[in-house]
Protein backbone atom coordinates (compact mmCIF):
# COMPACT_ATOMS: atom_id res chain seq x y z
CA UNK A 1 0.00 0.00 0.00
CA UNK A 2 2.74 2.27 0.89
CA UNK A 3 4.74 1.72 -2.11
CA UNK A 4 0.94 2.42 -4.45
CA UNK A 5 1.03 5.77 -2.37
CA UNK A 6 4.68 6.90 -3.16
CA UNK A 7 3.76 6.34 -6.85
CA UNK A 8 0.37 8.29 -6.58
CA UNK A 9 2.95 11.09 -5.01
CA UNK A 10 5.87 10.59 -7.68
CA UNK A 11 3.38 11.34 -9.98
CA UNK A 12 2.62 15.00 -8.56
CA UNK A 13 5.97 16.95 -10.45
CA UNK A 14 4.68 20.78 -10.36
CA UNK A 15 1.13 21.25 -9.39
CA UNK A 16 -1.21 23.36 -6.99
CA UNK A 17 -3.14 21.93 -4.64
CA UNK A 18 -6.41 23.69 -3.62
CA UNK A 19 -8.09 22.03 -0.31
CA UNK A 20 -10.70 24.63 0.67
CA UNK A 21 -9.23 27.32 1.48
CA UNK A 22 -5.72 27.08 1.32
CA UNK A 23 -3.42 26.96 -1.33
CA UNK A 24 0.09 24.99 -1.20
CA UNK A 25 2.59 25.78 -4.02
CA UNK A 26 4.34 22.64 -4.72
CA UNK A 27 7.95 22.83 -6.26
CA UNK A 28 9.22 20.47 -9.08
CA UNK A 29 10.19 16.99 -7.19
CA UNK A 30 9.86 13.63 -7.94
CA UNK A 31 9.57 12.04 -4.16
CA UNK A 32 7.52 14.44 -2.03
CA UNK A 33 6.85 13.67 1.64
CA UNK A 34 3.33 14.94 2.85
CA UNK A 35 2.11 14.35 6.09
CA UNK A 36 -0.31 17.49 6.46
CA UNK A 37 -4.12 17.59 7.43
CA UNK A 38 -4.43 19.51 4.14
CA UNK A 39 -2.24 16.73 2.33
CA UNK A 40 -4.37 14.06 4.18
CA UNK A 41 -7.80 15.38 2.39
CA UNK A 42 -6.20 14.24 -1.49
CA UNK A 43 -3.84 11.22 -0.74
CA UNK A 44 -6.90 9.76 1.42
CA UNK A 45 -4.68 8.57 4.25
CA UNK A 46 -3.36 10.63 8.11
CA UNK A 47 0.20 10.04 7.93
CA UNK A 48 2.64 9.08 5.05
CA UNK A 49 5.55 7.67 6.30
CA UNK A 50 9.14 8.60 4.81
CA UNK A 51 9.86 8.27 0.78
CA UNK A 52 13.38 7.97 -0.05
CA UNK A 53 14.84 10.07 2.54
CA UNK A 54 13.50 12.81 2.13
CA UNK A 55 12.85 14.17 5.55
CA UNK A 56 9.01 16.17 6.01
CA UNK A 57 10.77 19.20 8.41
CA UNK A 58 12.46 20.21 5.16
CA UNK A 59 9.51 20.08 2.88
CA UNK A 60 6.80 21.50 5.09
CA UNK A 61 9.06 24.86 4.88
CA UNK A 62 8.00 24.69 1.26
CA UNK A 63 4.28 23.53 1.84
CA UNK A 64 3.17 26.32 4.17
CA UNK A 65 -0.43 26.86 4.03
CA UNK A 66 -1.77 30.24 3.09
CA UNK A 67 -4.94 32.25 3.68
CA UNK A 68 -5.08 35.63 2.50
CA UNK A 69 -7.40 38.19 3.21
CA UNK A 70 -8.02 41.50 1.86
CA UNK A 71 -8.97 44.24 4.05
CA UNK A 72 -10.99 47.07 2.85
CA UNK A 73 -11.38 50.79 4.05
CA UNK A 74 -13.54 50.54 6.21
CA UNK A 75 -17.08 52.60 7.16
CA UNK A 76 -16.45 56.07 8.37
CA UNK A 77 -19.72 57.71 8.54
CA UNK A 78 -22.76 58.18 6.79
CA UNK A 79 -21.90 61.23 5.13
CA UNK A 80 -17.77 60.49 4.41
CA UNK A 81 -17.28 58.23 1.05
CA UNK A 82 -13.54 58.91 1.29
CA UNK A 83 -10.38 60.16 3.04
CA UNK A 84 -7.05 60.69 2.77
CA UNK A 85 -4.22 58.18 3.71
CA UNK A 86 -2.02 60.17 5.65
CA UNK A 87 0.11 57.54 7.69
CA UNK A 88 0.96 53.67 7.84
CA UNK A 89 1.99 53.28 11.31
CA UNK A 90 2.92 50.14 13.29
CA UNK A 91 2.74 49.72 17.62
CA UNK A 92 6.60 48.88 17.55
CA UNK A 93 8.96 51.66 18.74
CA UNK A 94 11.72 51.79 15.95
CA UNK A 95 14.05 54.64 15.69
CA UNK A 96 13.11 57.55 12.97
CA UNK A 97 16.40 57.92 11.55
CA UNK A 98 15.87 54.13 10.04
CA UNK A 99 13.17 54.52 7.68
CA UNK A 100 13.09 51.73 5.36
CA UNK A 101 12.01 51.06 1.65
CA UNK A 102 8.67 49.61 0.89
CA UNK A 103 7.18 48.35 -2.43
CA UNK A 104 3.81 49.54 -3.14
CA UNK A 105 0.68 49.50 -5.95
CA UNK A 106 -0.83 52.72 -6.09
CA UNK A 107 -4.67 52.14 -6.71
CA UNK A 108 -4.82 55.85 -7.89
CA UNK A 109 -1.93 55.73 -10.90
CA UNK A 110 -1.71 51.80 -11.19
CA UNK A 111 2.37 51.98 -11.09
CA UNK A 112 4.20 50.26 -8.54
CA UNK A 113 6.39 53.10 -6.49
CA UNK A 114 9.10 53.08 -3.99
CA UNK A 115 7.86 54.64 -0.62
CA UNK A 116 9.64 55.27 2.53
CA UNK A 117 7.25 54.39 5.25
CA UNK A 118 8.38 55.69 8.63
CA UNK A 119 7.13 52.15 10.38
CA UNK A 120 4.73 49.99 9.06
CA UNK A 121 6.02 48.09 5.76
CA UNK A 122 4.81 44.85 3.57
CA UNK A 123 6.35 41.57 5.49
CA UNK A 124 5.42 43.14 8.92
CA UNK A 125 3.34 41.16 11.28
CA UNK A 126 0.27 42.56 13.13
CA UNK A 127 -1.70 41.60 15.88
CA UNK A 128 -5.53 41.48 16.22
CA UNK A 129 -6.91 45.12 16.70
CA UNK A 130 -3.45 46.59 16.55
CA UNK A 131 -3.68 49.73 14.59
CA UNK A 132 -2.33 49.97 11.28
CA UNK A 133 -2.86 53.39 9.35
CA UNK A 134 -4.57 56.76 9.99
CA UNK A 135 -7.00 58.18 7.44
CA UNK A 136 -8.05 61.99 7.34
CA UNK A 137 -11.71 62.70 6.50
CA UNK A 138 -13.38 66.17 6.47
CA UNK A 139 -14.02 66.07 10.22
CA UNK A 140 -12.04 63.87 12.07
CA UNK A 141 -9.10 61.29 11.47
CA UNK A 142 -10.25 57.87 11.58
CA UNK A 143 -7.66 54.89 12.97
CA UNK A 144 -7.75 51.78 11.04
CA UNK A 145 -6.62 48.19 12.86
CA UNK A 146 -6.16 44.84 11.73
CA UNK A 147 -9.22 43.01 11.83
CA UNK A 148 -6.92 40.00 12.32
CA UNK A 149 -3.32 38.35 13.47
CA UNK A 150 -0.89 38.04 9.77
CA UNK A 151 1.89 39.75 7.70
CA UNK A 152 1.35 42.23 5.31
CA UNK A 153 2.10 40.83 2.01
CA UNK A 154 0.25 43.61 -0.30
CA UNK A 155 -0.83 47.54 0.24
CA UNK A 156 -2.83 49.22 -1.87
CA UNK A 157 -2.30 53.08 -1.28
CA UNK A 158 0.27 55.65 -0.68
CA UNK A 159 0.47 58.16 2.08
CA UNK A 160 -1.71 61.20 0.68
CA UNK A 161 -3.70 59.02 -1.46
CA UNK A 162 -7.84 59.45 -1.01
CA UNK A 163 -9.22 56.18 -0.65
CA UNK A 164 -12.79 55.27 -0.84
CA UNK A 165 -14.77 53.39 1.70
CA UNK A 166 -15.19 49.91 0.60
CA UNK A 167 -12.11 49.80 -2.07
CA UNK A 168 -8.74 47.77 -0.94
CA UNK A 169 -6.53 48.72 1.33
CA UNK A 170 -4.10 46.16 2.36
CA UNK A 171 -3.66 41.94 2.04
CA UNK A 172 -3.35 40.20 4.94
CA UNK A 173 -1.59 36.48 5.28
CA UNK A 174 -3.82 35.22 8.26
CA UNK A 175 -1.39 33.33 10.31
CA UNK A 176 0.50 34.02 13.78
CA UNK A 177 3.25 35.76 14.03
CA UNK A 178 6.60 34.39 11.97
CA UNK A 179 9.59 32.95 14.40
CA UNK A 180 12.31 35.23 15.25
CA UNK A 181 15.64 34.91 12.64
CA UNK A 182 13.50 34.02 10.03
CA UNK A 183 12.06 36.74 8.24
CA UNK A 184 14.57 39.67 8.82
CA UNK A 185 17.07 37.00 7.16
CA UNK A 186 14.40 37.90 3.96
CA UNK A 187 14.76 41.76 4.68
CA UNK A 188 18.00 41.73 4.70
CA UNK A 189 19.10 39.85 1.20
CA UNK A 190 16.78 42.78 -0.37
CA UNK A 191 18.08 45.48 1.05
CA UNK A 192 21.92 45.99 -0.17
CA UNK A 193 20.21 45.00 -3.84
CA UNK A 194 18.39 48.45 -3.70
CA UNK A 195 21.38 50.58 -1.74
CA UNK A 196 23.97 49.29 -3.74
CA UNK A 197 23.22 50.02 -7.61
CA UNK A 198 23.46 54.04 -6.94
CA UNK A 199 26.72 52.96 -5.77
CA UNK A 200 27.91 51.15 -8.29
CA UNK A 201 26.86 53.58 -11.03
CA UNK A 202 28.51 56.64 -9.66
CA UNK A 203 32.26 54.74 -9.74
CA UNK A 204 32.06 54.63 -14.09
CA UNK A 205 31.57 58.80 -14.10
CA UNK A 206 34.21 58.84 -11.60
CA UNK A 207 36.44 57.13 -13.92
CA UNK A 208 35.64 58.61 -17.07
CA UNK A 209 36.12 62.04 -15.59
CA UNK A 210 39.66 61.68 -14.32
CA UNK A 211 40.79 59.42 -17.59
CA UNK A 212 39.33 62.18 -19.66
CA UNK A 213 42.45 64.17 -20.98
CA UNK A 214 43.09 67.78 -19.67
CA UNK A 215 42.24 69.88 -22.96
CA UNK A 216 39.08 68.13 -23.26
CA UNK A 217 38.41 69.64 -19.17
CA UNK A 218 39.27 72.54 -20.26
CA UNK A 219 36.53 72.73 -22.76
CA UNK A 220 33.85 72.03 -20.30
CA UNK A 221 34.79 74.09 -18.29
CA UNK A 222 34.93 77.25 -20.27
CA UNK A 223 31.33 77.66 -20.92
CA UNK A 224 30.74 77.61 -17.04
CA UNK A 225 33.01 80.48 -16.63
CA UNK A 226 32.00 82.35 -19.05
CA UNK A 227 28.32 82.26 -18.17
CA UNK A 228 29.38 83.14 -14.23
CA UNK A 229 31.71 86.61 -16.17
CA UNK A 230 28.54 87.62 -17.78
CA UNK A 231 26.17 87.79 -15.17
CA UNK A 232 27.80 90.95 -13.29
CA UNK A 233 28.53 92.23 -16.42
CA UNK A 234 25.02 93.26 -17.34
CA UNK A 235 23.92 94.70 -13.31
CA UNK A 236 27.47 96.77 -13.94
CA UNK A 237 26.02 98.15 -17.25
CA UNK A 238 22.83 99.55 -15.21
CA UNK A 239 23.50 103.03 -13.60
CA UNK A 240 20.23 102.11 -10.89
CA UNK A 241 21.12 100.35 -7.80
CA UNK A 242 18.57 97.32 -6.28
CA UNK A 243 16.99 98.67 -3.10
CA UNK A 244 18.75 97.04 -0.48
CA UNK A 245 16.70 93.96 0.92
CA UNK A 246 16.56 93.63 4.82
CA UNK A 247 16.23 90.05 6.26
CA UNK A 248 14.40 86.71 5.30
CA UNK A 249 12.38 87.04 2.61
CA UNK A 250 11.53 82.99 2.52
CA UNK A 251 7.95 81.49 1.70
CA UNK A 252 6.73 77.99 2.49
CA UNK A 253 3.55 76.57 0.59
CA UNK A 254 2.00 73.90 2.76
CA UNK A 255 -0.88 71.51 1.23
CA UNK A 256 -4.81 72.32 3.06
CA UNK A 257 -5.32 69.04 4.85
CA UNK A 258 -9.33 67.71 4.31
CA UNK A 259 -10.32 69.09 7.67
CA UNK A 260 -9.33 72.68 6.59
CA UNK A 261 -10.62 72.14 2.80
CA UNK A 262 -13.80 70.95 4.34
CA UNK A 263 -14.68 73.99 6.81
CA UNK A 264 -13.65 76.41 3.86
CA UNK A 265 -16.35 74.55 1.95
CA UNK A 266 -18.27 74.88 4.78
CA UNK A 267 -17.68 78.30 5.21
CA UNK A 268 -18.11 79.61 1.60
CA UNK A 269 -21.40 77.43 1.59
CA UNK A 270 -22.92 79.29 4.65
CA UNK A 271 -22.46 82.97 3.14
CA UNK A 272 -23.40 81.82 0.11
CA UNK A 273 -27.19 80.11 0.97
CA UNK A 274 -27.93 81.91 4.33
CA UNK A 275 -29.13 85.16 4.27
CA UNK A 276 -27.05 85.95 7.83
CA UNK A 277 -27.42 88.41 10.14
CA UNK A 278 -25.63 89.69 13.55
CA UNK A 279 -27.63 91.22 16.56
CA UNK A 280 -25.55 92.41 19.68
CA UNK A 281 -25.67 92.41 23.13
CA UNK A 282 -23.96 92.90 26.53
CA UNK A 283 -24.14 91.23 29.77
CA UNK A 284 -22.84 91.45 33.29
CA UNK A 285 -21.41 89.45 34.66
CA UNK A 286 -21.04 90.82 38.19
CA UNK A 287 -23.81 87.70 39.73
CA UNK A 288 -22.20 84.72 37.87
CA UNK A 289 -18.63 85.57 38.60
CA UNK A 290 -19.69 85.64 42.57
CA UNK A 291 -21.93 82.31 42.00
CA UNK A 292 -18.37 80.73 40.38
CA UNK A 293 -16.09 82.36 43.31
CA UNK A 294 -18.04 81.11 46.09
CA UNK A 295 -18.84 77.19 44.74
CA UNK A 296 -15.88 76.62 42.20
CA UNK A 297 -14.10 74.48 45.24
CA UNK A 298 -16.90 72.16 45.88
CA UNK A 299 -17.87 71.81 42.81
CA UNK A 300 -14.37 70.30 42.23
CA UNK A 301 -14.58 68.39 45.34
CA UNK A 302 -17.40 66.81 44.87
CA UNK A 303 -17.60 66.33 41.59
CA UNK A 304 -14.12 66.70 39.98
CA UNK A 305 -14.88 69.34 37.34
CA UNK A 306 -14.18 72.94 36.54
CA UNK A 307 -17.10 74.91 37.27
CA UNK A 308 -16.57 77.90 34.25
CA UNK A 309 -18.93 80.31 32.81
CA UNK A 310 -19.83 77.66 29.97
CA UNK A 311 -22.36 75.68 31.77
CA UNK A 312 -24.52 78.84 32.28
CA UNK A 313 -24.61 79.67 28.70
CA UNK A 314 -25.33 76.61 27.36
CA UNK A 315 -28.65 76.07 29.98
CA UNK A 316 -29.79 79.64 29.18
CA UNK A 317 -29.48 79.40 25.77
CA UNK A 318 -31.45 75.77 26.02
CA UNK A 319 -34.44 77.90 27.95
CA UNK A 320 -34.30 80.36 25.33
CA UNK A 321 -34.31 77.77 22.40
CA UNK A 322 -37.27 76.05 23.79
CA UNK A 323 -39.29 79.29 24.49
CA UNK A 324 -37.97 80.47 20.40
CA UNK A 325 -38.64 77.27 18.26
CA UNK A 326 -37.67 78.78 15.29
CA UNK A 327 -34.12 79.34 16.98
CA UNK A 328 -33.35 75.68 17.47
CA UNK A 329 -35.07 74.99 13.59
CA UNK A 330 -32.99 74.44 9.86
CA UNK A 331 -34.44 73.79 6.59
CA UNK A 332 -34.64 71.22 4.94
CA UNK A 333 -35.21 71.72 1.14
CA UNK A 334 -38.34 72.89 0.84
CA UNK A 335 -39.48 72.37 4.67
CA UNK A 336 -38.73 73.72 8.09
CA UNK A 337 -37.76 71.52 10.39
CA UNK A 338 -38.71 72.15 14.53
CA UNK A 339 -36.55 70.32 16.86
CA UNK A 340 -38.42 69.43 20.18
CA UNK A 341 -34.56 68.70 21.60
CA UNK A 342 -31.83 70.75 21.97
CA UNK A 343 -28.34 69.65 20.88
CA UNK A 344 -25.45 72.10 21.07
CA UNK A 345 -22.45 71.98 19.25
CA UNK A 346 -19.43 73.81 21.09
CA UNK A 347 -16.91 75.05 19.10
CA UNK A 348 -13.24 73.09 19.64
CA UNK A 349 -9.99 74.86 18.78
CA UNK A 350 -7.27 71.89 17.57
CA UNK A 351 -4.04 72.27 15.61
CA UNK A 352 -5.88 70.74 12.36
CA UNK A 353 -8.97 73.40 12.87
CA UNK A 354 -12.26 73.98 14.35
CA UNK A 355 -14.58 71.33 15.71
CA UNK A 356 -18.09 71.20 16.62
CA UNK A 357 -18.80 68.11 19.16
CA UNK A 358 -22.53 68.30 20.38
CA UNK A 359 -23.95 67.85 23.86
CA UNK A 360 -27.08 66.17 23.36
CA UNK A 361 -30.41 67.14 24.66
CA UNK A 362 -29.10 69.79 26.91
CA UNK A 363 -32.33 70.71 27.90
CA UNK A 364 -32.23 67.94 30.58
CA UNK A 365 -28.73 68.74 32.21
CA UNK A 366 -27.46 70.20 35.18
CA UNK A 367 -24.79 72.74 34.99
CA UNK A 368 -22.34 69.74 36.74
CA UNK A 369 -23.80 67.69 34.06
CA UNK A 370 -22.80 70.22 31.02
CA UNK A 371 -19.29 70.74 32.78
CA UNK A 372 -18.68 67.21 32.72
CA UNK A 373 -19.25 66.73 29.10
CA UNK A 374 -17.67 69.61 28.14
CA UNK A 375 -14.65 68.63 29.66
CA UNK A 376 -14.63 65.30 28.51
CA UNK A 377 -15.37 66.51 24.66
CA UNK A 378 -12.23 69.10 25.23
CA UNK A 379 -10.08 66.20 26.34
CA UNK A 380 -10.82 64.21 23.23
CA UNK A 381 -9.97 67.18 21.08
CA UNK A 382 -6.83 67.78 22.76
CA UNK A 383 -5.56 63.92 22.04
CA UNK A 384 -7.26 64.06 18.66
CA UNK A 385 -9.55 61.30 19.45
CA UNK A 386 -12.96 63.07 18.03
CA UNK A 387 -15.32 60.96 16.41
CA UNK A 388 -17.48 61.42 13.61
CA UNK A 389 -20.42 60.76 15.94
CA UNK A 390 -19.33 63.20 18.23
CA UNK A 391 -20.24 65.95 15.59
CA UNK A 392 -22.48 64.65 14.38
CA UNK A 393 -25.90 66.72 14.30
CA UNK A 394 -26.43 69.73 16.55
CA UNK A 395 -29.20 72.09 16.15
CA UNK A 396 -27.55 75.32 17.43
CA UNK A 397 -23.66 76.73 18.19
CA UNK A 398 -22.10 77.92 21.10
CA UNK A 399 -18.51 79.81 20.06
CA UNK A 400 -16.30 81.32 22.80
CA UNK A 401 -13.88 83.59 21.15
CA UNK A 402 -12.89 85.10 24.65
CA UNK A 403 -10.97 82.42 25.72
CA UNK A 404 -8.54 83.65 22.97
CA UNK A 405 -9.11 87.28 23.98
CA UNK A 406 -11.71 88.67 21.73
CA UNK A 407 -13.86 91.39 22.39
CA UNK A 408 -16.33 91.59 19.88
CA UNK A 409 -16.60 89.81 16.34
CA UNK A 410 -19.47 88.02 13.82
CA UNK A 411 -19.77 84.32 14.17
CA UNK A 412 -20.98 82.24 11.49
CA UNK A 413 -23.53 80.26 10.79
CA UNK A 414 -22.97 76.27 10.92
CA UNK A 415 -25.17 75.12 8.34
CA UNK A 416 -27.59 73.96 8.70
CA UNK A 417 -28.33 75.29 11.83
CA UNK A 418 -30.26 79.16 11.99
CA UNK A 419 -28.47 80.08 15.29
CA UNK A 420 -25.09 80.78 16.92
CA UNK A 421 -23.95 82.44 19.43
CA UNK A 422 -20.62 84.28 20.09
CA UNK A 423 -19.27 84.93 23.25
CA UNK A 424 -16.27 87.20 24.02
CA UNK A 425 -14.06 88.15 26.77
CA UNK A 426 -15.24 89.65 29.79
CA UNK A 427 -13.40 94.10 30.53
CA UNK A 428 -14.47 95.73 33.20
CA UNK A 429 -16.42 98.91 31.85
CA UNK A 430 -18.16 101.65 33.01
CA UNK A 431 -22.26 101.25 32.90
CA UNK A 432 -25.24 102.88 34.58
CA UNK A 433 -26.71 101.38 37.81
CA UNK A 434 -30.02 102.97 39.13
CA UNK A 435 -28.53 105.96 37.85
CA UNK A 436 -25.14 106.00 39.28
CA UNK A 437 -21.95 105.01 37.64
CA UNK A 438 -20.24 101.71 38.18
CA UNK A 439 -17.57 99.48 37.13
CA UNK A 440 -18.56 96.11 36.26
CA UNK A 441 -17.29 93.17 33.97
CA UNK A 442 -18.91 92.67 31.24
CA UNK A 443 -19.02 90.77 28.14
CA UNK A 444 -20.60 91.03 24.82
CA UNK A 445 -22.39 88.58 22.99
CA UNK A 446 -23.32 88.13 19.14
CA UNK A 447 -26.30 86.26 17.81
CA UNK A 448 -25.77 85.52 13.64
CA UNK A 449 -29.42 83.89 12.74
CA UNK A 450 -30.68 82.95 9.39
CA UNK A 451 -32.72 85.96 8.64
CA UNK A 452 -34.79 83.35 6.16
CA UNK A 453 -36.07 81.17 9.24
CA UNK A 454 -35.66 83.83 12.06
CA UNK A 455 -37.03 87.09 12.12
CA UNK A 456 -34.94 89.80 13.86
CA UNK A 457 -38.26 89.84 17.04
CA UNK A 458 -37.40 86.48 17.71
CA UNK A 459 -33.55 86.91 17.25
CA UNK A 460 -33.47 90.29 20.06
CA UNK A 461 -35.76 88.44 22.48
CA UNK A 462 -33.61 85.14 22.06
CA UNK A 463 -30.80 87.59 23.52
CA UNK A 464 -32.45 89.81 25.98
CA UNK A 465 -33.79 85.82 27.41
CA UNK A 466 -30.22 84.59 27.75
CA UNK A 467 -29.30 87.74 29.04
CA UNK A 468 -31.62 87.59 31.94
CA UNK A 469 -30.90 84.30 33.14
CA UNK A 470 -27.24 85.00 33.08
CA UNK A 471 -27.33 88.08 34.86
CA UNK A 472 -29.18 86.64 37.70
CA UNK A 473 -28.43 82.37 37.55
CA UNK A 474 -31.10 82.06 40.30
CA UNK A 475 -33.48 82.37 37.16
CA UNK A 476 -31.77 78.89 35.82
CA UNK A 477 -32.03 77.41 38.85
CA UNK A 478 -36.12 78.33 39.20
CA UNK A 479 -36.47 77.88 35.28
CA UNK A 480 -37.93 81.57 34.95
Same mark, same amino acid.
Given at each position: ?????????????????????????????????????????? #????????????? &???????????????????????????????????????????????????????????????????????????????????????????????????? &??????????????????????????????????????????????????????????????????????????????????????????????????????????? *?????????? #???? %? #????????????????? &?????????????????????????? %????????????????????????????????????????????????????????????????????????????? *??????????????? %????????????? *??????????????????????? &????????????????? %?????????????? *?
Amino acid at each position: MHARIARTVSRTTTSTLKPSMNAFRLVSSRNLHLNSPAAAMY #TGVDRVRQVNGLH &YGALHQQFRTYADKVVKVPQMAESISEGTLKQWVKQEKKSPKSKRVTKVTSKVNGNADLMYFPSLEVGDFVAQDEEVATIETDKVDVTVNSPASGTIIEV &YAQEEDNVAVGGDFFKLELGDAPKEGSAPAAKKEEQPKQEEQPKQEEQPKKQQEESKPEPEKQQQEQPKQQQQQAAPSTSSSNNEQPAKVYGNRNETRVKMNRMRLR *IAERLKQSQD #TAAS %L #TTFNEIDMSALMALRKE &YKDAVVKKHGVKFGFMSAFVKASAIA %LQELPAVNASIEGPDLVYHDYVDVSVAVSTPKGLVTPVLRNVEDMSFVDIEKNIAAMGAKARDNKITIEDMIGGTFT *ISNGGVFGSLMGTPI %LNPPQAGILGMHS *IKERPIVVDGKVEIRPMMYVALT &YDHRIIDGREAVTFLVR %LKEMVEDPRRLLLD *I
